[in-house]
């Protein structure tokens, strides 16, 4: 069933992308949009032949976007294709992409669709142990993903943060910056002054200089980004996606990603199956430093994002709960002296 793609501009854009990956309109059988995303508008796509690939619509040109988000498409192929390269782990396949060197909203990327359903929804249904020896594979992957360094330096690859950075802690202040200039452009009351916001960050900041080699972080590695399916020996991970704030940098930075409903410390599982698999990670004062700071970026990306994204009122309610006046208390407990909160989102 080919469901009707939203209005005439879109349409346009969606069969550019199909013969862009080398789809004709005519070949198409079946269409559907796909839900989960708030960014991109994005369709899986079934031609008479059998294959299937998903279309991913960056917001139309003129749209507001934050300053990282301009060409985060080219960064999600660019990862996509980095990871297929360079290790073992399910990714989809990039069939075809367009973002302008300056990124541009407006661009398109094709991929193939990979079986299974994001974890989040097969989550509820499985029990301790699969969920167990899912998060052990998932570490394993990571462990891979994060075994793939970079030789031009750090930060976002897209051209309006280029190039990247030669310190790890030059190219983390100036995302900081970004997102909070984010904030000024779109009036976003943020929970202290933005140069207030700015001096904890940078006064806390010198742990960033350990790391020196940068690294392969995909950085959005929630639930939903996880897709799984089922076999008869428990539940295994067909495909990460959504790569679209994939960088150079810390892999410390991950691991708040892939767990901002529990406490990663003690998720036994995907440790043994990070460390099985040749990652190594401590955590240590610099470490829970350095991931205070990665979750307060985080925060604030959520926070400012709501607004361009135009979140309705039951989605403003929940990120002024669990990200708004947890970033308050984090930022007011660093300015105090008190080192890093931790803080993570309890489920239910
Ligand atoms: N390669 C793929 N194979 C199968 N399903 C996919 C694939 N890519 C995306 N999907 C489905 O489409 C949904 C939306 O995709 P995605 O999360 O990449 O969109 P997005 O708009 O970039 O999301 P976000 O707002 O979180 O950035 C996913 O939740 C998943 O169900």
Redesign the pocket.
């Known amino acids: 069933m080919i469901e009707p793609v939203g209005d005439e501009c879109l349409r346009a854009r969606l069969v550019a992308a199909l013969e862009d990956a080398g789809f004709g309109w005519e070949q198409v059988a079946g269409c559907r949009r796909?839900?989960?995303?708030?960014?991109?508008d994005?369709y899986?796509v079934r031609t008479a032949e059998g294959a299937r690939a998903?279309v991913?619509l960056a917001p139309a040109t003129g749209s507001p976007v934050l300053r990282y988000e301009r060409g985060i498409l080219g960064t999600e192929a660019w990862y996509l294709r980095t990871v297929r390269e360079r290790t073992s782990v399910p990714v989809?396949t990039v069939l075809a992409v367009s973002a302008g060197d300056e990124g541009g909203p407006g661009d398109h990327l094709v991929?193939?669709?990979?079986p299974g359903v994001?974890w989040e929804e097969m989550a509820r249904s499985v029990g301790a142990e699969a969920r167990a020896a899912l998060r052990e594979e998932l570490g394993g992957h990571m462990a891979r993903v994060h075994a793939v360094t970079g030789t031009e330096g750090f930060g976002y690859p897209a051209l309006p943060f280029g190039p990247l950075r030669s310190s790890w802690r030059e190219a983390f202040l100036e995302m900081v910056d970004s997102v909070l200039d984010d904030a000024g452009r779109f009036g976003v009351t943020l929970p202290r002054p933005a140069g207030e916001i700015r001096d904890v960050i940078a006064a806390e900041s010198s742990s960033l200089d350990e790391v020196t080699t940068p690294r392969l972080v995909h950085w959005d590695l929630w639930d939903?980004?996880i897709?799984a399916e089922r076999r008869p020996d428990g539940p295994r991970i067909t495909?990460l996606?959504?790569a679209?704030r994939a960088l150079w940098g810390d892999p410390v930075a991950e691991l708040v990603s892939l767990a901002l409903f529990h406490d990663i410390t003690r998720d036994e599982p995907f440790l043994r199956g990070y460390r099985a698999a040749g990652g190594s990670v401590s955590f240590d004062a610099s470490a829970r430093n350095r991931m205070a700071l990665y979750r307060a970026y985080l925060y604030l990306i959520m926070w400012v994002e709501a607004r361009p994204r135009r979140f309705g009122a039951a989605q403003l309610a929940w990120l002024e709960r669990d990200v708004f006046e947890p970033l308050g208390v984090m930022l007011d407990a660093w300015a105090r002296g008190e080192g890093p909160v931790a803080h993570w989102w309890p489920r239910g």
Not at 111 to 114: F, K, L, R
Request: with cysteine.
């Open positions: 796909l839900g989960g995303g708030t960014f991109s994005v899986g998903v991913k989809p991929t193939s669709e990979c994001p939903g980004n897709l495909a996606i959504d679209e």
